[in-house]
């Protein structure tokens, strides 16, 4: 049953763009205090594919992790299956791939399922895996965001994901980052590869959002400009001054400044204090404006 389960999994294969290795191994090198003695899972992954299964399992020892769950969803082709990882043998000579799956689940804490469902991250198997879980760590489907957050924040588990720089936008989200429940974590993601070419696309705006305490959340962003009211000048329709960019935040000014969303890469919160943005302050037309001209989406702060 073991190799069957094996040759099914094998064939599945899905449509999500791949976070690289070097990427994973870029951020989660911040957070390696957070997994002793944890449940790790990553519940938007085919091993076969995912560079977060890679990540784990090289790091398994390393980390002192108790086990490792992995979920991928089922397409029209092929059944959804669950990978449980709770020991990772090194071979002294180092000629073997401990990432293989094949050699892994030849050790009997090491486990390969069908599940019966269809593998979805809020399916009953799924969500039941969930609450085994400490941590969460994928790549979620950027059209399921909404969902995928509002369930992990429910779940209250620890988590470390990839989504687009707009989630702080969401009316639903925005308050987790107001109330200090997730934030920004180190590093963009430029490139993800788009199988089945594995050709790579590049993007913009994908950062990483989480829950667990890091040191850049503690560091204070250094100003060194001052105010004056040409530079700095209030909205047409909302009192607060208009900060172009984060650097150019003023160092004595105490009152409500609008700032790019951008902010929140160096958002320390016992340095500044989230007010609101455009949706959550009922600014009229839910937008700023500036001399007559519509701003960009704002977040208003003020200095603690």
Not at 49 to 71: A, D, G, P
Not at 93 to 118: A, Q
Not at 152 to 174: D, G, P, R
Not at 267 to 274: A, G, L, M, T, V
């Amino acid at each position: 049953m073991r190799n069957n389960n094996l040759n099914i999994a094998k064939r599945i294969k899905n449509d999500e763009f791949y976070t690289r290795l070097e990427d994973i191994e870029m951020e989660l090198k911040f957070y390696s205090r957070h997994f002793a003695n944890k449940i790790v899972l990553c519940n938007c992954d085919n091993p076969y594919e995912s560079n977060f299964y890679r990540y784990f399992v090289q790091h398994f020892n390393q980390l002192r992790l108790k086990k490792l769950i992995t979920t991928c969803y089922s397409d029209s082709n092929t059944c959804a299956y669950k990978l449980q990882i709770q020991e990772v043998r090194i071979n002294k000579d180092g000629l073997n791939d401990i990432t293989d799956i094949h050699e892994l689940i030849k050790n009997d804490k090491n486990t390969l399922s069908i599940l019966n469902g269809d593998g979805s991250f809020d399916s009953p198997e799924c969500f039941e895996l969930l609450q085994e879980a400490d941590i969460v760590v994928t790549n979620p489907p950027f059209s399921l965001l909404r969902k995928y957050v509002a369930m992990l924040m429910k779940s209250q588990k620890l988590f470390l994901i990839i989504a687009s720089q707009n989630l702080i936008t969401y009316k639903e989200v925005f308050p987790y980052i107001r109330t200090n429940q997730m934030w920004i974590g180190y590093n963009k993601v430029h490139s993800f590869v788009q199988p089945p070419s594995n050709s790579l696309k590049i993007f913009g705006n994908i950062c990483w959002f989480t829950n667990m305490d890091i040191q850049k959340r503690h560091e204070n962003l250094v100003l060194t400009n001052k105010y004056n009211s040409e530079d700095y000048p209030k909205y047409d329709n909302y009192d607060a001054i208009s900060v172009k960019a984060t650097n150019r935040i003023p160092m004595d000014y105490m009152e409500i400044m609008g700032v790019p969303i951008t902010f929140l890469e160096k958002y320390n919160p016992d340095q500044f204090e989230i007010v609101g943005n455009e949706y959550e302050l009922n600014i009229p037309s839910g937008r700023t404006y500036l001399n007559g001209k519509r701003q960009y989406s704002r977040i208003f702060i003020r200095r603690i």
